[in-house]
Every structure is written in structure tokens, then in C-alpha cells.
């Protein structure tokens, strides 16, 4: 009963401005009392707006201005109080720790702040902030979310609060800094100059995350090379197990040499593939953490805030280029193989001695890279259905059936062709294409017949495609989709690499861009191909490559 009685004294020696216990009391004329620091700002700030006074509380008008003089019996009881010490925290407020935004304005234990104020320069906890809903002058003032960061927003120059963005010398500054040392700069409001840096913002989030997929996408290619590494060495083991059994009076002493350096290389491609996935997760993580910061920063309504630490979140650490990823899968021993079944088995030591466990070149990077691989093609007519007009290289789709002879190997039904020539080993060709074309490869036994999935370029596990057209491109394998992003380019450039069993396709400019990579394992030649769509006039042709 003592608390309750205690507590409602405490509320009565309460300024109705600031909330805390009054200092330096005084009466109004219509009996409220306040802080006579806080009534007379109050009051300074409607002079320029009204002739006359009011109470905040009961909004009775005085004309003239009163004249305020100390209530001595108030401050009395309010030393009084602060000796008893029971100006307690509302139950639904905490004490601010060492990590929080402490109230500016709590005296004794400081409360938790709820926002800050950037006219004041103060962050205020739920119950100092009420008078900045309340008192008609603090209604129009800029309140963010609680931050211990308003010192940045001050000049420490001219103590002043810095508004402006200039932007010849790229810094904060205040009015007094324009006046003087920034006096005909380029300068702007820092709410101006922080709208056009969220889209700048909004630009760098899509970087990152474009970053991001590519990476993951890394990830995908190097975790399958990884797998097609571990199997292709337990198949290469096998091999020579088998071989050195049948033959083990004249190579025993070299088996087990074989066996290890073929695990010698297969730990050396793992170790050396885990190493680049560790590094790519590391910097996707990096760069989803960037998002993070970048997501944080664009919500904050402190403009100074954003504009100090905008610079350093929004640059991109380290190359945008992908990593070099020179991992392919381990030979299967060809020439070892003929070697060991030769007839001269006086020659098989010898032979055995010689044998290294190579592998195959990385893929090629640039161009002229590439065109060390490139592959003359041209097309075989007696492929081609009846609506496809060829030109050696080129396939034109037109409005009617050609003259073709009948031919067992022709398309009867899908608008599509395939190349003369089987392609393995490592193959480069290019193709210029308009309208919609799809750009593929597939077995020579792909069905000739019918409109079924068993005869169309993707549809099927005999054939790999690329869908291009005007807007996006689409790879497609046994009846699957995968929509991929890249820049649109007239010329994709194909690249077969048939014993690492990977296919990859290009956007050929200025640059090769990757748009995407199959890893697989070939069994059969494969052979090159394309369908165009139902728009009489679309285009492939084989680029003649020198």
C-alpha cells in the first residue's frame, strides 16, 4: 500500500514534457506544472507560430506570456523524492545493457532507448519519447530507430548537424561547411543523394546474387567432375587389376606401382577440386553476407548512416571472373590397355615402365583457345525432313516441302538434322542461328519417325539441346528443362570433350560466356544437330571456322 501511495507522488512530481521528476519546478497560471527549461522551450517554439501561450496539457491560453518563477515548495518535495529513490522504471520497460541504446534523458539507472531523434540529436526510451507525439513543435521532428550512431550525423567542425551531400568531395556536410570550405561544389540534400544511392544499392544486391548463382552453379559443375574423377579411378583400378592378373609373371613387380600412382593422381584431383568448392562456399557465404548488410542498411531511415557506410559494403571483393577449374576425369588407359595385350610379351615390361596416368587438357577459356579444337561439319541431306532447304553448312526452314529422295535415315516427322560426321575426342564448332533454333547433339540411332519424345532433339537420353530464341535460352536432356541465363549472342559456340564426357555451350561475342555445361559420360560418337521451329525463314548454320 506504502509502494502505491509512494508511486502516485512520484507521477505528480512528474514534468508532463519530459516525463522525469521536474527540475527547477514552476506553476502556470492554470495550476500545471513543469520544468521551467522544458515549458519555456516549449513556449519559445509557438512564439513564432501564435500571439499566445498554452498550457501542453489543458491548452488554456495566456496573453501575454507569463512570467515563471520557481515553485519553492515543489522543488522541496521533489529533492525529497529523489533522496527516497523511488523514481522507478515502468514494468514494461528494461534497463539498457552495455550493448543497447541508452535513453538520454532517464536519470539514475538509464532506460532502453526506442528511438532517436535527429532534430534533437537524442534517442529517447517509450516514456521520454511521448511529448515527441504529444507537444505540436516535437510532432515534426525525424525519429529512426534507436541507434547509438548520431554523433556521425554532427560536424565536428562546426557542432552542427550535417545535411548536405557533397559530392565533389564525396563527405557530409553541414551548412556552415557550404558556406565555407565547400563554398560552389556539387552539393545536394543527403536525403537526395541517398535516393539515388538505393538504386545504386539495389544494383549491387543483384551483382552479388548473380555472383552467388554462378558460384553455386561452380559448385554443381566441380562436385560432378569430383564423382566422375572417384569413378573413372575406381574403373582405371579395375582395368589394371584384371590386366596385371592375366599377365602377372611378367609385371608383378609393376602392379602395384600403377595402382599407386593412379591413386596418387585421384587424391591429388580430389584434394585439389575440394579445395576450389571450399574456397567458392567460402565466398558465397561472403557474398550472401554482404547481401545481408546491404538489405540492413537500404531499411535504415538515417540518410548519414547509409551514406558513411555505403561505400565500403557496396564494392565487390576480388575478381568477377570465374576461378579456373582444370579438373577433369582420369584417362582409362587406352594405350596402357593395347600395350599389355600386345603378342610381343617380351616388349610388356618395357611398355608397363613407360605408361603414365595423364589427364586429358582442361577445358579451353578464350577463343583462340578453342580454336585449336575446331571441327569442320557440314550436314547430311539425307537427314534432313522435307521442309529443311540445306546449303552444305546451313538449314533454312521453309513454307514447302523440298525434293528429297526417300531415305531410311530422314526425319519424316520433326523439322530437324543431323551432321555427316560422328564427333569424339575434342570437338569445337560453332553456329549461327535466327528465328528459334534448337542447337544439339545426339546418337546416330535417335528415332527418324513419328512426332514422339523418342525422335525430338532433348526429349530423350540419346540427345542434348540448347532452345534459342530472342528473349532466353532453354538446355534440355531426357525430357528435362533448365532454364538459363546469359547474354543473348547470334553465334553459340559448342564444345565436346567425348572421353571427360562434358558438352558445353557458349555465347560467342567480344568474349566467350558460359551458358552451359553437361557432365555425362558419352558412350557412342556423337553427332551434331539442329530442329528449327515452325517460322519459315529461321536459320542454322556451321560457321566456318579458320
Not at 538505393?198 to 560432378?224: A, H, N, P, Y
Amino acid at each position: 500500500m506504502a509502494q502505491q501511495v509512494i508511486q502516485l507522488d512520484s507521477e505528480k512530481l512528474s514534468c508532463l514534457i519530459c516525463l522525469d521528476l521536474l527540475k527547477d519546478p514552476v506553476t502556470i497560471p492554470c495550476g500545471h506544472s513543469y520544468c521551467m527549461s522544458c515549458i519555456e522551450h516549449c513556449w519559445d517554439e509557438e512564439h513564432g507560430q501564435h500571439e499566445t501561450y498554452s498550457c501542453p496539457q489543458c491548452r488554456q491560453s495566456f496573453t501575454p506570456r507569463p512570467v515563471m518563477m520557481k515553485s519553492t515548495m515543489l522543488a522541496e518535495l521533489v529533492e525529497e523524492q529523489k533522496k527516497v529513490g523511488l523514481h522507478a522504471v515502468s514494468p514494461d520497460q528494461s534497463f539498457a545493457g552495455p550493448e543497447d541504446v541508452a535513453c538520454d534523458f532517464c536519470s539514475g539507472i538509464k532506460v532502453k532507448a526506442f528511438k532517436s531523434c535527429l532534430v534533437c540529436m537524442a534517442s529517447y526510451c517509450e516514456q521520454h519519447l511521448q511529448p515527441h507525439y504529444n507537444v505540436a513543435p516535437l510532432k515534426k521532428h525525424k525519429l529512426v530507430e534507436a541507434t547509438s550512431k548520431l554523433e556521425e550525423n554532427i560536424c565536428s567542425r562546426h557542432d552542427e548537424v550535417m545535411k548536405i551531400f557533397c559530392r565533389t568531395d564525396q563527405q557530409c556536410i553541414c551548412y556552415l561547411c557550404l558556406m565555407d570550405d565547400h563554398k560552389g561544389h556539387d552539393t545536394v540534400s543527403a536525403a537526395a543523394e541517398r535516393a539515388e544511392r538505393q538504386t545504386e544499392l539495389g544494383v549491387s544486391r543483384q551483382r552479388i546474387q548473380q555472383r552467388v548463382q554462378d558460384r553455386e552453379k561452380d559448385v554443381k559443375v566441380l562436385q560432378q567432375r569430383v564423382e566422375a574423377i572417384n569413378l573413372s579411378a575406381d574403373e582405371a583400378v579395375r582395368d589394371s587389376e584384371k590386366i596385371f592378373t592375366d599377365l602377372i609373371r611378367f609385371i608383378e613387380e609393376r602392379r602395384s606401382e600403377v595402382k599407386q600412382q593412379i591413386r596418387s593422381q585421384q587424391k591429388t584431383q580430389v584434394s585439389r577440386a575440394k579445395e576450389l568448392e571450399e574456397k567458392l562456399q567460402q565466398e558465397i557465404t561472403e557474398l550472401q553476407r554482404k547481401d545481408t548488410e546491404l538489405e540492413k542498411l537500404s531499411r535504415t531511415e538515417d540518410h548519414l548512416h547509409f551514406l558513411n557506410n555505403y561505400p565500403s559494403l557496396s564494392r565487390l571483393s576480388g575478381s568477377e571472373d570465374l576461378p579456373s577449374m582444370d579438373i577433369c576425369t582420369l584417362s582409362l588407359f587406352e594405350n596402357m590397355t593395347a600395350a599389355l595385350l600386345s603378342e610381343e610379351w617380351t616388349k610388356i615390361s618395357l611398355a608397363v615402365s613407360e605408361v603414365d596416368v595423364l589427364l586429358p587438357q582442361a577445358e579451353p577459356r578464350t577463343r583462340a583457345e578453342f580454336m585449336k579444337y575446331s571441327h569442320q561439319i557440314t550436314l547430311d541431306p539425307n537427314t534432313a525432313h522435307r521442309r529443311l532447304s540445306l546449303s552444305n553448312r546451313k538449314a533454312t526452314l521453309m513454307a514447302a516441302d523440298q525434293k528429297y529422295l526417300d531415305h531410311s535415315d530422314r526425319f519424316d516427322e520433326r523439322w530437324q538434322v543431323l551432321s555427316r560426321e560422328g564427333l569424339t575426342g575434342c570437338c569445337y564448332w560453332e553456329v549461327k542461328w535466327s528465328g528459334t533454333v534448337d542447337i544439339a547433339v545426339a546418337h546416330r540411332d535417335i528415332s527418324r519417325t513419328g512426332t514422339g519424345d523418342e525422335c525430338g532433339f532433348g526429349y530423350n537420353n540419346k540427345s542434348w539441346s540448347l532452345e534459342c530464341n530472342s528473349d532466353s535460352y532453354t538446355f534440355r536432356h531426357n525430357n528435362i528443362d533448365t532454364s538459363i541465363s546469359g547474354p543473348q549472342s547470334s553465334t553459340i559456340g559448342v564444345y565436346l570433350d567425348h572421353r571427360a564426357g562434358t558438352l558445353s555451350y557458349y555465347s560467342v561475342s567480344e568474349t566467350m560466356t558460359l551458358l552451359h555445361r553437361v557432365q555425362t559420360t558419352f558412350t557412342q560418337p556423337l553427332y551434331a544437330g539442329f530442329w528449327l521451329s515452325d517460322s519459315p525463314g529461321d536459320t542454322a548454320e556451321l560457321c566456318e571456322l579458320k
